[in-house]
């Protein structure tokens, strides 16, 4: 904050001595004028040699040596005019960043104000609220429903649910049992329990990653600026020609208009404006990055470091699959147990209900409901006795039948939680709950390999299995697994060493690692306020894609700051070879210098626009429609889910199911699919093809539609007339193989196909 008042001060001074300078001018009083100037420049020079000298400490020397000398030469020289109008373009250039970046400050207050003030502990038969600084090794504490876990320490309650997200990543939550360790800044999503303090707050994991976020913070090293390795070159330059310039003409002024000319002006303002301007032109794709020096920095990016849950995938538990027993439908599966769940405030209850509700199944509200913590939930729907848990509770000691077990199995593949739902005592089916991709996810990967980014990683806090499946999903070049958020720390220091890195994350286990990479990224949509104050750029809509799009404007705004120094340099060496041979003298060359910041400022500026590539498109598709299109293929889903039922269920069927079932495996595809895809074809990818340069993907496209439909015919001629007597074990795997086919491929192209929305829904 003083800085800026410091700088706003300058800039108003130098202001204030030229207009003073130039009253006293036109008034007739020289002297007043010459004395007013050099008011107006001499705390300039001042500011700029503590600054230069600072900068000379730590090592570095930047484009404020230019002005410097170029000041103290005009005060020198008896041109106070010449070092006014210096002292008002660096200071304005410096102010105008201040103005555009207002650098958002990197404090910990999120992270702090999460933190629990108090702890409930547990003396005899009372409950007094301590501050939770006061909580000593050994004590009993309470935990309530929904609060934060104050200290490290062990479950003394027969067991606890926990979040742990905040802390591993992991996004469903854990039972841990009497004597298992829990860590501060987990939450407690079930029922009040008591743990046993292992530690102080101040030697608790919550406070560790406080340290540790502050320790990267401080620790990151400085931002070598583009402008400032231009200076470089440019002040031995001009310090020679001055020098040549006075040498071989014998008068001082020559060299003072050399050094006025080469003012350095198109360093001072070209990077920011640009940055500046590329900072405005993310702001319009919901990226917000924290001053130009950030979005600098991004554009050198080469590897990028994702965490996995919420950022890679959605976060929390989806229902991506219902299993069912034989003879059960999904739909009554799945609305019993979302109308028990409704009672629960779990956090997979949560999820149930909420898929229910998205299918459109009508509720009801459960009555004596009782939950058993770590097993499951039991009450009665519509007159019927529903249990809703753990494989234990559904089956306990005996053998699983069958589906059961190949529903473990699939759950297992997918690194998916099953709850086994019971009705009247009977297992009827089992809800496979999991973190999911995001649709983006893909996309957003390609795009950033497109960008030039070589290297290509996941970190996260959640286990080996399920982030494997992801990386291999996604093609990633390396999957780091079980790493604690100082791991994390470890592993962005350690590809930073050999690139500049970037770290996208959305938790507070993230906020350490934000910190310490070159850039760090967060996902700031849900209001991850943690990993937010500690990141340098947040992504405030929930789309990872946006990430490569900060990118890419970091890397044009760049290109067009180079640009534009490298111009502003070159017509500044041509004024600087005119004011050696005598043809400018130091007012007319400052303002000679002044017309080549102007044309500077104007090209930089052009990063405020998308770019040509963004700018052919003249037409984008609206949210709107794009989600009607997404809507569609989410209905079509639940027609696909009933096709992997059927395959499933022709498994055990005798010869009168079979022929049921495959004959509505035929009305399904007949009714959904083709209808589906026939739809696409005549009415989606006409409309599309104003939003999109090349139809060639849509060609692709529409030749899976072909492949559907052939599909779909050859599912007609095995159902066409087909009779009991007709089946046997061959027939059976045939129609199986069509409709895993049919099913397969519908998905995939349905994926695809929002890919291609997502492209066209992009400006």
Known sequence: MREAIERYGLVATAVAGLVAGLAAWAAGAPAVAHWSWTAGTVPVVVALAVSIVRALLAGRMGVDAVAFVSMSAALAFGEPLAGVVVAIMYTGGNVLEDIAV???????????????????????????????????????????????????????????????????????????????????????????????????AGESTYAGIVRMVTAAQTAKAPFIRVADRYALLLLPATLALAGLAWALSGDPIRALAVLVASTPCPLILAAPV????????????????????ALEALAAIRTVMFDKTGTLTVGGARLVAIETAPGESADAVLRLAASLEQASHHVVAGAIVAAATARGLALTMPAEVRESLGAGLEGRVDGCTVRVGAPAMAFGSARMPDWATRALRRASWRSALAAFVMVDGRPAGALLLADEL??????????????????????????????ETIGAALDLDAVLADRTPSDKVDAVATEQRLAPTLMVGDGINDAPALAAAGVGIAMGARGASASSAAADVVILVDRLDRVSRAVMVARRARRIAVQSIVAGMALSGVAMLAAAFGHLDPVPAALVQEAIDVA??????????????????????????????????????????????????????????????????????????????????????????????????????????????HL????????????????????????????????????????????????????
Not at 450 to 455: E, L, T
Request: charged residues 30%; glycine residues 10%.
């Open 438 to 467: 995001r649709k983006e996810t893909p996309r957003a990967i390609q795009l950033l390999r497109s960008a030039g980014i070589a290297r290509i990683m996941m970190v996260t806090g959640d286990r080996a299995d399920a982030a």
């Open 274 to 293: 640009a940055f500046i301007a590329g900072v405005s032109q993310a702001a319009r794709h919901g990226i917000l990055v924290k001053g130009g020096g």
């Open 600 to 709: 500077v400022i104007l090209n930089a500026l052009r990063a405020l626009g998308p770019g040509r590539a963004a700018g052919r498109r003249q037409r984008t598709m609206s949210s709107t429609a794009a989600q009607d299109l997404r809507e569609d293929h989410a209905r079509l889903e639940r027609s696909l889910d009933g096709l992997r039922a059927i395959a499933d269920a022709l498994d055990d069927a005798g010869p009168d199911d079979a022929v049921r079932l495959v004959r509505e495996a035929d009305r399904l595809v007949a009714r959904e699919v083709v209808s589906h895809e026939r739809d696409d074809e005549t009415s989606v990818y006409p409309r599309l093809t104003r939003f999109l340069a090349d139809g060639h993907g849509l060609s692709a496209m529409s030749r899976a539609h072909r492949e559907i439909q």
């Open 712 to 763: 779909a015919r050859m599912l007609g001629r095995l159902a066409d007339g087909l009779e009991p007597g007709d089946v046997d074990r061959y027939l059976v795997r045939d129609a199986q193989r069509v409709i895993e086919s049919i099913e397969a491929l519908v998905r995939i192209h349905n994926a695809q196909e929002e890919d291609i929305y997502e492209h066209a829904m992009a400006a």
């Open 102 to 200: 207002t650098r958002a400050e990197r404090d910990l207050r999120a992270l702090v104000d999460r933190a629990p003030r108090l702890a409930h502990r547990r003396g005899g038969d009372t409950v007094e609220d301590v501050p939770v600084e006061a909580v000593e090794i050994g004590d009993l504490v309470l935990v309530r429903a929904g609060e934060v876990v104050p200290v490290d320490g062990t479950v003394a309650s027969a067991g606890a649910v926990i979040d742990e997200s905040a802390l591993t990543g992991e996004a469903l939550p854990v039972t841990r049992r009497a004597g298992e360790e829990i860590r501060s800044g987990t939450v407690n999503v079930g029922e009040t329990f008591e743990m046993r303090a292992g530690a102080t």
